[in-house]
């Protein structure tokens, strides 16, 4: 259920392009080059001690560079993982890094995946002043939203589950409006918000990964690190909270798990939630845009699958409706 | 009148032109035909009269935001866990 469409499948299924990355993981690695499963819009060759990584197509040089000076510094040291060279490279159109290989969360064993381990991770890493590192562009998290939705039908296309699925986007406030020629149909920011959701300048509590789950992290040398730098930047760190946030809503994270996450991230002093009172003041809107884009990207899989939603999709449908009554009850009464 | 349920005897009352019948053992009650759609029209009389605002959602509830799934809800998808798409949403993104 990754960011699919749009994918170059020539590009993807191309040699060339793997054995370049190949050639560049002999450079820095110490074994023959193996392709390594992954989201479909990037590839990820390992060459031993050494991944290779083609970002995916589309991805600007500049942002990836500035993203690269400020995890290659000694600021993320210990919480996202350093690249083995801060150079980006070029493999025909694509960009290129290299880092260190680990070890991914077992993803046939999810129930012992190191939930509290990130929460520490996430902690350390909105613990850093965003002004302490090379500057950044903004968190990626708020803008994926909007480009997700975008991908689905709209008008008299759309499904019933899409149609929701927009609904719910549209009463979500603040969020980067949707992209596409035909102008913007989201909703902006009002005149009011001096930033957009999940915007913020600088200062404290500022840093974001900006694309967290369960495949962020991997163990080298015996510790957990986070990965994958494509997202981060400025932003409200409590984005970084709100896939698990989405799921416990849902209903589909135990809430055994969900508090211990919590509760591991408030002990190791994150700063997007309060040590104490209620997470929901500041999870509640991060977390229902990513429930509207985990459910988008679940229609949006199923439609290339050509089948149904199964169980797990149509809760976060269920959970988008959700949503709509909620935003709708609380505007009527705001408004009284 | 005899309880069509326990057999108790029946009371008759009158409230504000509703006539019901109650059973003294069991409590039961009994409408007259019509006296149910006559409550709903005094029902809705009464709201119109009162027309409160649409509640506010309620405040959350064991940690949980006023959106979430309701709480007979959960368990009933961790079954699942194996499911593919589940599995696959947790490492992707």
Request: charged letters at 20%.
């Amino acid at each position: 259920m990754g960011e699919t469409c749009g994918v170059d499948e020539t590009l993807r299924a191309s040699g060339e392009l793997i054995d370049e990355l190949g050639r560049i993981g002999l450079r820095y690695g110490d074994a023959p080059p193996v392709v390594l499963p992954t989201r479909p819009d990037v590839v990820i060759v390992r060459a031993g001690s050494v991944v290779v990584k083609a970002h995916a197509p589309g991805a600007g040089r500049e942002p990836l560079a500035a993203r690269m000076r400020a995890v290659a510094g000694p600021e993320l040291r210990g919480i996202l993982l350093e690249p083995v060279t801060g150079e980006v490279m070029s493999a025909g159109d694509r960009l290129v890094t290299v880092w260190p290989a680990g070890t991914p969360v077992d993803p046939e064993d999810p129930d012992a995946a190191p939930w509290e381990a990130g929460a520490r991770l996430l902690a350390g890493l909105h613990s850093v002043p965003a002004g302490a590192l090379p500057p950044l562009p903004p968190a990626g998290g708020p803008a994926r939203v909007g480009r997700t939705v975008a991908r689905l039908a709209s008008g008299p296309a759309a499904s019933a589950a899409e149609r929701v699925v927009r609904r719910a986007f549209d009463s979500l406030p603040g969020l980067p409006a949707l992209p596409g020629p035909t102008g913007p149909t989201g909703p902006q920011p009002g005149p009011g918000l001096p930033h957009a959701a999940g915007e913020r300048p600088a200062g404290p509590c500022s840093l974001a990964h900006g694309d967290w789950h369960l495949g962020q992290m991997v163990r080298v040398r015996g510790e957990w690190i986070l990965i994958d730098a494509d997202d981060l930047g400025v932003g409200d760190p409590a984005w970084d909270l709100a896939r698990p946030a989405a799921w416990f809503a849902a209903g589909l994270l135990e809430p055994e798990v969900w508090h211990r996450f919590l509760a591991a991230y408030r002990a190791a002093g994150g700063c997007a939630v309060g040590a104490g009172g209620d997470p929901w003041e500041r999870l509640d809107l991060p977390a229902q845009a990513l429930t509207v884009q985990l459910a988008a990207a679940a229609v949006a899989a199923a439609g290339r699958e050509g089948r149904e939603l199964d169980e797990v999709e149509q809760v976060l449908i269920d959970s988008c409706q959700r949503i709509v009554r909620f935003r709708s009850a609380c505007h009527s009464a705001d408004t009284q | 009148m005899q309880c069509p349920k326990c057999r108790g005897n029946m009371r008759t009352y009158e409230r504000n032109g509703v006539h019901i019948d109650q059973c003294d053992g069991c409590r039961g009650i009994f409408l007259d035909y019509g006296e149910l759609e006559t409550l709903t029209r005094m029902e809705s009389q009464w709201s119109q009269q009162h027309a409160a605002p649409a509640p506010p959602p309620p405040p959350p509830a064991h940690g949980a935001p006023g959106w979430g799934a309701p709480a007979p809800h959960y368990g009933g998808h961790y079954g699942h866990h194996r499911q593919r798409s589940w599995v696959g949403m947790l490492f992707s993104t």
